[in-house]
């Protein structure tokens, strides 16, 4: 990847709090069945910075995805 490249991932991003979201409960679905979760905006930054990214933005869209962008460090 080069320096100016953009690391994209469309994923459901966990709101803060706990009023109800659909992403919340495809968690706990993911939870029991297959052992997958989704994540908070906070848990993707350290995922992020764990794989050597800086988490830049995070941009809701119509849907329960958002397009999580990150770049090298």
């Known amino acids: 990847m080069t320096k100016t490249a953009k690391l994209l991932v469309i994923e459901m991003v966990i709101p803060p709090g706990n009023e109800a979201s659909y992403s919340k409960l495809l968690d ?5 069945g297959p052992g997958g979760c989704d994540r908070t905006e906070a848990e993707y ?13 995070v941009i ?4 329960p995805a958002s397009v999580i962008e990150g770049i090298p460090e």
């Open 60 to 63: 809701p869209t119509q849907s």
């Open 45 to 57: 930054e350290a995922l992020f910075q764990a794989g050597g990214f800086k988490l830049t933005k």
């Open 28 to 32: 706990l679905m993911m939870l029991v």
